[in-house]
T-cell receptor, first 114, second 116 residues
Framework: DQQVKQNSPSLSVQEGRISILNCDYT??????FLWYKKYPAEGPTFLIS?????DKNEDGRFTVFLNKSAKHLSLHIVPSQPGDSAVYFC?????????????FGTGTRLQVTL | DTGVSQDPRHKITKRGQNVTFRCDPI?????LYWYRQTLGQGPEFLTY????????KSRLLSDRFSAERPKGSFSTLEIQRTEQGDSAMYLC??????????????FGPGTRLTVL
């Protein structure tokens, strides 16, 4: 039972354009969502998170949007840079205060081309 | 470097041998997690500690797996009688629960296990 889904295994975007990575979840108890970036042979690196009390969180070039009614979140990277090329994982946890383990999607490989 | 560290980075072993991995969390973090990642998948939760107490274990953690966190500092993950299906990247993460209760986990570089 895949509770967190990333339906696009890969995405290619030109440098300077916007990258949009999508994630869907099924468990309504999830209330905290995170995006991680992973390079080969390294551990995931935390990028940005959002709590279910918000619908948007921004940090520099990265913005995460949460649509609770649709159980959908997205990560926007603007402008995309070649160093952003990596695998991006969406993760979820909750309910806050009782369940903190992360449930991950299968990842989206982003390639930023020159 | 004040991040999460894991040792060894790579381990090759023969089926049936025992292996032990170590994780050193970020020093002020009170929670420590173990995950396993196989090719093409996201990390899967194995177990976690708050200080020295092991609070949750996944069904993935068979009786051949054991984890400890003595004194609430570093942690070890031991796999006994390894099987080829244990080949994976083993990831450790640590966190400090915020005032709002949210828990942002920071990962180490992982230990790549290959069972021949």
């Amino acid at each position: 039972d895949q509770q967190v889904k990333q339906n696009s295994p890969s995405l290619s975007v030109q440098e300077g354009r916007i990258s949009i990575l999508n994630c869907d979840y099924t468990n309504s108890m999830f209330d905290y969502f995170l995006w991680y970036k992973k390079y080969p042979a390294e551990g995931p690196t935390f990028l940005i998170s959002i709590s279910s009390i918000k619908d948007k969180n921004e940090d520099g070039r990265f913005t995460v949007f949460l649509n609770k009614s649709a159980k959908h979140l997205s990560l926007h990277i603007v402008p995309s840079q070649p160093g952003d090329s990596a695998v991006y994982f969406c993760a979820a946890s909750g309910p806050t205060g009782t369940a903190s383990k992360l449930t991950f999607g299968t990842g989206t490989r982003l390639q930023v081309t020159l | 470097d004040t991040g999460v560290s894991q040792d060894p980075r790579h381990k090759i072993t023969k089926r049936g041998q025992n292996v032990t991995f170590r994780c050193d969390p970020i020093s002020e973090h009170n929670r420590l997690y173990w995950y396993r990642q196989t090719l093409g998948q996201g990390p899967e939760f194995l177990t976690y500690f708050q200080n020295e107490a092991q609070l949750e274990k996944s069904r993935l953690l068979s009786d051949r797996f054991s984890a400890e966190r003595p004194k609430g500092s570093f942690s070890t993950l031991e796999i006994q009688r390894t099987e080829q299906g244990d080949s994976a990247m083993y990831l450790c993460a640590s966190s400090l629960v915020s005032g709002s209760g949210t828990d942002t986990q920071y990962f180490g570089p992982g230990t790549r296990l290959t069972v021949l």
